[in-house]
C-alpha cells in the first residue's frame, strides 16, 4: 500500500514512552502519603512562578506546605504529565519539534477542524505533522491533558484537575478537590470551560511509582494542591482563551506493517460539543477514515469514547484492562523481554493499590473486589489478616504474564520444560489458601533454575498482596534463596 506523507510511525522508545505515560498516570494518583509538620504559607499568581519553586534547583515546595494559587483558571482537565512542560527538558523537546513540523492542508482531505488559541479564535484547516523524531519531543514537551473520575483520599473523595494561570490546561498545577467543593463548582467549570478562581490548601506528596517503566521522565517533584478552600473571581476573560489538547495514539497498518502512530487535538472547553466533536474526529475521521487503524491510548476516564481502546483510562483506573489484547497488543509490536515483563509489573502496581486500598477498611463476613475477581474471606482488619480464598484463572493470568515473558526469552531448550513449570505454578495458586506450599516451593526454584532471568518476574509476582497471601514460608524460604539471600 502506498505511503501517505502526512503519517509517520512512532519509533519503539515512542510507543513505550507513549504507553509508559497513561500507565504511570494510574500510579500517580493511587496513593497519597499522610501529612506530617507544618510548615510556611506559600503564595503564587503564575504557573511558571509555581512550577519554579517546586522543580530544581530551588525545590522550595514541598509536602505539607500551605499553598494560594491566586487568579488561576480551574479546569476539570488533568495535565498528561504533571511538570514536565516546565522542565528545561520539556522546553527544549517542544523546540526541537517544531524542527520536525509541518503544515498540510486538509481541505480536501477532511472537513474543518476548527481550533482555537489566544485571542483571534482562528479556523485551522491543517493538520500539525511530526516526523517521528518530532512526535517524541511533543510528548516528553508535556503537552496534553486527561480527564479523571474522583480518587479516593484518606481524606475522602477527591477530584484530580488542573489550574492554571495561563488558561492553558497542560501548563497549570496539577491539584485535588474535595467532594463538597467540586459538586459546588463542576457546573460552572463545565459550561465557562475553567472557573477562575484562589485556591487555598495544603501540597500533598504522591510516592514513585513502585514500578518505573521505560525511563519515564524524572525530576519533577509528584506533588499536588489538596484544595480546602475555593473563591471564585468574577471576570471577562472571553473563552477563546482558554485550551485544551488531547492526544491519542493508535495502531495502524497503513503502511504494511501494523506500527504504532500518535496525533493530536486542541479544543475550546467552553464550548459543550468541542471534546465529543475531537474525539470523534480523531477516531472516525483520522485514525478510521485516513488510517484504517484503531485507537489504543485515550485521554477521558470520565466517558467511554473509543470502544476498543487497549490501554483505556478508564480500565487502568478501575484495574479492569483485557490482559489478553494487552498482549496482543505487546505481540503485534515487537516488545519483547524486559520491556514487556516491565509493563506488566507496572499494571500488576494498579491492581495492587486495590487491593491495599481495601487491606486498610475493616471489614467483615468477607470482601469482594470487583474487577479482578478475587474473594477474601474472614474477617479482614488493617494488614494484620489477609486470607485468599480463591483466585480466578484470569487473575492468576495476569500475575503471571512477566514470568511467561521471560521464560519465552530463554533458549528453546529450557523454554518448553519451564513453560510447563509456570503452568503447573499458575494451577496451584488458582487454589489460594488451599494452594501448597512445598509444590509451588519447587516450582518456583524449578523455573529459576532453568530461567535465571525470571528471578525478578517471580519475585514480583509473590511480591503481590495475592500470592503474598498465599505464599507460606517453604515458598518465601525459595524466594529468598533465589534472590541469593
Same mark, same amino acid.
Given at each position: 500500500?502506498?505511503?501517505?506523507?502526512?503519517?509517520?510511525?512512532?519509533?519503539?522508545?515512542?510507543?513505550?514512552?507513549?504507553?509508559?505515560?497513561?500507565?504511570?498516570?494510574?500510579?500517580?494518583?493511587?496513593?497519597?502519603?499522610?501529612?506530617?509538620?507544618?510548615?510556611?504559607?506559600?503564595?503564587?499568581?503564575?504557573?511558571?512562578?509555581?512550577?519554579?519553586?517546586?522543580?530544581?534547583?530551588?525545590?522550595?515546595?514541598?509536602?505539607?506546605?500551605?499553598?494560594?494559587?491566586?487568579?488561576?483558571?480551574?479546569?476539570?482537565?488533568?495535565?498528561?504529565?504533571?511538570?514536565?512542560?516546565?522542565?528545561?527538558?520539556?522546553?527544549?523537546?517542544?523546540?526541537?519539534?517544531?524542527?520536525?513540523?509541518?503544515?498540510? #492542508?486538509?481541505?480536501?482531505?477532511?472537513?474543518?477542524?476548527?481550533?482555537?488559541?489566544?485571542?483571534?479564535?482562528?479556523?485551522?484547516?491543517?493538520?500539525?505533522?511530526?516526523?517521528?523524531?518530532?512526535?517524541?519531543?511533543?510528548?516528553?514537551?508535556?503537552?496534553?491533558?486527561?480527564?479523571?473520575?474522583?480518587?479516593?483520599?484518606?481524606?475522602?473523595?477527591?477530584?484530580?484537575?488542573?489550574?492554571?494561570?495561563?488558561?492553558?490546561?497542560?501548563?497549570?498545577?496539577?491539584? +485535588?478537590?474535595?467532594?463538597?467543593?467540586?459538586?459546588?463548582?463542576?457546573?460552572?467549570?463545565?459550561?465557562?470551560?475553567?472557573?477562575?478562581?484562589?485556591?487555598?490548601?495544603?501540597?500533598?506528596?504522591?510516592?514513585?511509582?513502585?514500578?518505573?517503566?521505560?525511563? !519515564?521522565?524524572? !525530576?519533577?517533584?509528584?506533588?499536588?494542591?489538596?484544595?480546602?478552600?475555593?473563591?471564585?473571581?468574577?471576570?471577562?476573560?472571553?473563552?477563546?482563551?482558554?485550551?485544551?489538547?488531547?492526544?491519542?495514539?493508535?495502531?495502524?497498518?497503513?503502511?504494511?506493517?501494523?506500527?504504532?502512530?500518535? %496525533?493530536?487535538?486542541?479544543?475550546?472547553?467552553?464550548?459543550?460539543?468541542?471534546?465529543?466533536?475531537?474525539?470523534?474526529?480523531?477516531?472516525?475521521?483520522?485514525?478510521?477514515?485516513?488510517?484504517?487503524?484503531?485507537?489504543?491510548?485515550?485521554?477521558?476516564?470520565?466517558?467511554?469514547?473509543?470502544?476498543?481502546?487497549?490501554? %483505556?483510562?478508564?480500565?487502568?483506573?478501575?484495574?479492569?484492562?483485557?490482559?489478553?489484547?494487552?498482549?496482543?497488543?505487546?505481540?503485534?509490536?515487537?516488545?519483547?523481554?524486559?520491556?514487556?515483563?516491565?509493563?506488566?509489573?507496572?499494571?500488576?502496581?494498579?491492581?495492587?493499590?486495590?487491593?491495599?486500598?481495601?487491606?486498610?477498611?475493616?471489614?467483615? !463476613?468477607?470482601?469482594?473486589?470487583?474487577?479482578?475477581?478475587?474473594?477474601?474471606?474472614?474477617?479482614?482488619?488493617?494488614?494484620?489478616?489477609?486470607?485468599?480464598?480463591?483466585? %480466578?484463572?484470569?487473575?492468576?493470568?495476569?500475575?503471571?504474564? #512477566?514470568?511467561?515473558? +521471560?521464560?519465552?526469552?530463554?533458549?528453546?531448550?529450557?523454554?518448553? #520444560?519451564?513453560?510447563?513449570?509456570?503452568?503447573?505454578?499458575?494451577?496451584?495458586?488458582?487454589?489460594?489458601?488451599?494452594?501448597?506450599?512445598?509444590?509451588?516451593?519447587?516450582?518456583?526454584?524449578?523455573?529459576? !533454575?532453568?530461567? #535465571?532471568?525470571?528471578?525478578?518476574?517471580?519475585?514480583?509476582?509473590?511480591?503481590?498482596?495475592?500470592?503474598?497471601?498465599?505464599?507460606?514460608?517453604?515458598?518465601?524460604?525459595?524466594?529468598?534463596?533465589?534472590?541469593?539471600?
Amino acid at each position: 500500500m502506498g505511503t501517505n506523507p502526512q503519517l509517520y510511525a512512532l519509533y519503539q522508545e515512542d510507543v513505550k514512552g507513549l504507553i509508559n505515560t497513561q500507565v504511570v498516570t494510574a500510579n500517580y494518583v493511587a496513593s497519597p502519603l499522610a501529612s506530617g509538620r507544618a510548615l510556611p504559607d506559600e503564595g503564587y499568581a503564575l504557573n511558571e512562578h509555581v512550577w519554579k519553586a517546586l522543580l530544581p534547583p530551588s525545590l522550595r515546595l514541598h509536602a505539607n506546605v500551605t499553598l494560594t494559587l491566586s487568579k488561576f483558571f480551574l479546569f476539570e482537565w488533568f495535565p498528561r504529565s504533571p511538570g514536565l512542560y516546565h522542565t528545561p527538558e520539556g522546553a527544549q523537546s517542544r523546540r526541537d519539534a517544531e524542527q520536525f513540523s509541518r503544515r498540510v #492542508p486538509v481541505s480536501d482531505l477532511l472537513p474543518a477542524h476548527k481550533l482555537f488559541r489566544g485571542d483571534t479564535g482562528q479556523d485551522r484547516e491543517f493538520l500539525e505533522i511530526f516526523e517521528p523524531y518530532g512526535k517524541i519531543s511533543m510528548l516528553k514537551g508535556g503537552i496534553g491533558c486527561i480527564r479523571l473520575r474522583s480518587k479516593r483520599l484518606d481524606s475522602g473523595e477527591a477530584w484530580f484537575m488542573s489550574a492554571s494561570s495561563s488558561g492553558i490546561a497542560h501548563e497549570g498545577f496539577p491539584v +485535588a478537590l474535595p467532594e463538597h467543593l467540586y459538586q459546588r463548582y463542576i457546573e460552572q467549570i463545565q459550561v465557562f470551560g475553567a472557573l477562575q478562581c484562589n485556591l487555598h490548601g495544603k501540597l500533598q506528596f504522591l510516592p514513585e511509582p513502585l514500578v518505573e517503566l521505560y525511563r !519515564g521522565y524524572r !525530576g519533577v517533584p509528584q506533588l499536588y494542591l489538596l484544595v480546602d478552600q475555593l473563591e471564585p473571581i468574577q471576570t471577562k476573560k472571553g473563552s477563546s482563551e482558554l485550551l485544551v489538547t488531547a492526544g491519542i495514539g493508535f495502531l495502524s497498518s497503513y503502511e504494511g506493517q501494523e506500527k504504532m502512530y500518535a %496525533s493530536y487535538a486542541t479544543f475550546d472547553p467552553s464550548n459543550p460539543h468541542s471534546v465529543d466533536e475531537t474525539a470523534a474526529w480523531l477516531e472516525e475521521t483520522y485514525v478510521q477514515g485516513l488510517y484504517q487503524g484503531s485507537v489504543a491510548t485515550d485521554f477521558d476516564e470520565q466517558m467511554l469514547r473509543f470502544a476498543n481502546a487497549t490501554f %483505556s483510562l478508564n480500565g487502568l483506573m478501575r484495574n479492569e484492562l483485557n490482559h489478553h489484547a494487552v498482549q496482543a497488543f505487546v505481540n503485534k509490536l515487537y516488545i519483547q523481554g524486559a520491556d514487556a515483563a516491565h509493563l506488566f509489573a507496572g499494571l500488576n502496581r494498579i491492581q495492587e493499590v486495590h487491593i491495599e486500598r481495601l487491606e486498610k477498611m475493616e471489614q467483615h !463476613g468477607g470482601v469482594n473486589i470487583r474487577g479482578s475477581n478475587i474473594s477474601v474471606g474472614g474477617d479482614v482488619v488493617g494488614h494484620d489478616k489477609t486470607v485468599i480464598s480463591n483466585v %480466578s484463572t484470569e487473575q492468576v493470568d495476569n500475575l503471571f504474564l #512477566p514470568v511467561e515473558q +521471560a521464560v519465552r526469552a530463554a533458549s528453546p531448550a529450557q523454554q518448553a #520444560p519451564a513453560e510447563a513449570k509456570v503452568a503447573e505454578l499458575k494451577k496451584e495458586v488458582a487454589k489460594g489458601k488451599n494452594a501448597d506450599d512445598s509444590v509451588m516451593a519447587k516450582l518456583v526454584d524449578g523455573i529459576v !533454575g532453568l530461567v #535465571p532471568s525470571a528471578v525478578s518476574a517471580i519475585v514480583s509476582a509473590f511480591g503481590s498482596p495475592i500470592l503474598g497471601g498465599i505464599a507460606g514460608p517453604v515458598t518465601k524460604f525459595a524466594l529468598d534463596k533465589i534472590q541469593g539471600k
